[in-house]
């Protein structure tokens, strides 16, 4: 998660109600120890005072083309030649506009016009405008130039309007910069990551689970697919936003994540099993709900299939990672789950302790390899254990010859 750290980025800031939310985006910028220099339009100076943006970025905010003191040193030009990164949020059709026709009138476009930095545009507008085949054309041909967009949302709009224009949420517009400066070490790789729980039906009001939010999981994912990967994510029933670009497999029960599983296997480089599957479920599942007779009551229960095992199994197979929770015992039972499994990796958590493991946002882990090594990852967000866990299939992979 490092990769923001002492990175210069540009943040432009355009004229619309959303420039509050620029704030916010700021704030998560520089808490990841990024170097942030804003520029603000005059129209955005309207919503917003630049003593916000200067306050939270502890840089001067620039507001004119013609300061004398910045331009001692042609202020537009030295700022667009330090950016590792350039983004504008929100970007206005005006902006975007400007922009597309290679007009540079302001301090914003003057600077968008002098850099070589990658440039990040998250769009926010009346939904009308957003259709407009002249703002649509315009965002088409700044795409071509290879600009990358992070689109606006649906919702109600601050005019009155539903539709799409609705700037992106701060999260997820950091998510797209730290994206684009982290380095794609699984490029051109599939990655299926599976996450959260899954759930048996007793009968149509009830059913067996755990306590698994998806956060691991998709931890993974949100990682590998900043790291270049393709991610397809097999998730059981969870409370989390998608992660940007993954491809999305929504299942319910173990039987439906093993289909799932096995009709994408085909495609991966890379399977990590981070869903807590439920190892048994009803023999039967009553098709109306069971009504409360006597004290006790009985169900059959039945083995769900072990996909983990399964997968282990085949032939061909893609470098597989497992999880093991476990409350005892951990490094022997993980020890044994790898071998009997036949996998590459196994990520052990003790699930004992309230501050790691289901449903918070930490985790500490063992991570166990083939020829015996193991490695201990002290209790750390599950941002920053996924990251170690993908660093760590970067290496072992081509010593396992998964990776071509
Ligand atoms: O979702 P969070 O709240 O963030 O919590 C994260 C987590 C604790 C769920 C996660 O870190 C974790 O430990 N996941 C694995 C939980 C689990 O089911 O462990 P297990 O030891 O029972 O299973 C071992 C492995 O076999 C797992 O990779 C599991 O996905 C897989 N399995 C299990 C049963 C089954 N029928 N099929 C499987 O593929």
Request: proline share 4%; hydrophobic share 45%.
């Amino acid at each position: 998660m490092d990769n923001l750290k002492d990175k210069r980025i540009i943040l432009g800031v355009s004229g619309g109600i959303a420039v509050y939310k620029a704030v916010e985006l700021l704030r998560l910028l520089t808490k990841a120890g990024a170097d942030v220099h804003v520029i603000m339009t005059s129209a955005a100076q309207e919503f917003v005072t630049p003593l916000t943006f200067q306050t939270l970025s502890s840089n001067p905010v620039h507001t004119e083309l013609f300061n004398l003191i910045a331009e001692r040193e042609i202020g537009h030009i030295t700022l667009a030649d330090r950016a590792d990164l350039f983004i504008i949020a929100p970007a206005t059709a005006n902006v975007i506009g400007k922009i597309a026709c290679g007009i540079a009138d302001d301090m914003l476009t003057t600077t968008v016009m002098a850099t070589k930095a990658p440039l990040l545009i998250a769009p926010a507008m009346n939904v009308n405008m957003y259709t407009n085949p002249v703002y649509r054309e315009n965002e088409d041909r700044l795409r071509r130039f290879g600009h990358l967009f992070v689109d606006p949302v649906c919702g109600s709009l601050a005019c009155g309007w539903e539709g799409q224009g609705k700037l992106a949420a701060p999260e997820t517009i950091f998510e797209a910069a730290l994206a684009v400066l982290t380095p794609k070490d699984l490029a051109g790789r599939t990655v299926m990551v599976t996450a959260g729980p899954t759930r048996e039906e007793i009968d149509p009001v009830r059913y067996i689970s755990n306590h698994s939010s998806g956060k691991m999981g998709y931890a993974l994912a949100r990682a590998a697919s900043r790291r270049g990967a393709h991610v397809i994510l097999v998730s059981g029933p969870t409370c989390l936003p998608a992660p940007l670009g993954a491809e999305m497999v929504c299942v319910e029960s173990a039987c439906e994540m093993q289909a799932a599983v096995m009709s994408h296997v085909s495609r991966c480089d890379i399977v990590i099993k981070a869903a807590a599957v439920a190892d048994y479920r009803p023999v039967e599942r009553n098709s109306t709900k069971i009504k409360k007779q006597s004290e006790t009551t009985t169900i059959e229960l039945c083995k769900t299939p072990d996909i983990l095992a399964e997968l282990g199994a085949m032939q061909m197979r893609p470098f597989l990672v497992g999880f093991a929770a476990e409350t005892d015992n951990l490094a022997e039972h993980a020890a044994k789950k790898l071998k009997v499994k036949n996998l590459d990796m196994l990520v052990a958590n003790d699930v004992s302790q309230a501050d790691a493991g289901f449903n918070v946002d930490n985790n500490r882990a063992l991570l166990l390899f083939r020829d015996g090594r193991s490695t201990e990852c002290s209790l750390m967000s599950k941002d920053e254990l996924a990251e170690k866990i993908l660093d760590n299939i970067v290496i072992e992979m081509p010593a396992t010859g998964h990776l071509a």
